[in-house]
């Protein structure tokens, strides 16, 4: 059993920033891939950022310089930085861990909405 917990969202104006983090618990041996994807009102759900153990990234050409994706392998934890935050940023983001032997799991979710 894996447990993904999700912090940091809230409500933000447009130009400020949040940063997201969501810590992996229960049996965990190696997790390859983390990252955040992101479900706005209306949208179908879409993959915003990802790094591997190894450090390596990918970007949303949408949020490609904007936002900062970072894990710290020995918490099991990955962060998301957001800076320059747009209306259009508004969305429940949900935290993603892929373990070895392709096991996947999902947070709860949590809720940014980003004002005008």
């Known amino acids: 059993q894996v447990q993904l917990v999700e912090s940091g969202g809230g409500l933000v104006q447009a130009g400020g920033s949040l940063r997201l983090s969501c810590a992996a618990s229960?049996?965990?041996?190696?997790?390859?891939?983390m990252g955040w994807h992101r479900q706005a009102p209306g949208k179908q759900r879409e993959l915003v950022a990802t790094?591997?153990?190894?450090?390596?990234?990918t970007y949303a050409d949408s949020v490609k310089g904007q936002f900062t994706i970072s894990r710290d392998n020995a918490k099991n934890t990955v962060y998301l930085q957001m800076n320059s935050l747009k209306p259009e940023d508004t969305a429940v983001y949900y935290c993603?861990?892929?373990?070895?032997?392709?096991?996947?799991?999902w947070g709860q979710g949590t809720q940014v909405t980003v004002s005008s």
């Open positions: 993603y861990a892929k373990l070895s032997g392709n096991r996947g799991y």
């Open positions: 790094i591997s153990s190894g450090g390596s990234t």
């Open positions: 229960g049996s965990i041996f190696s997790i390859n891939v």
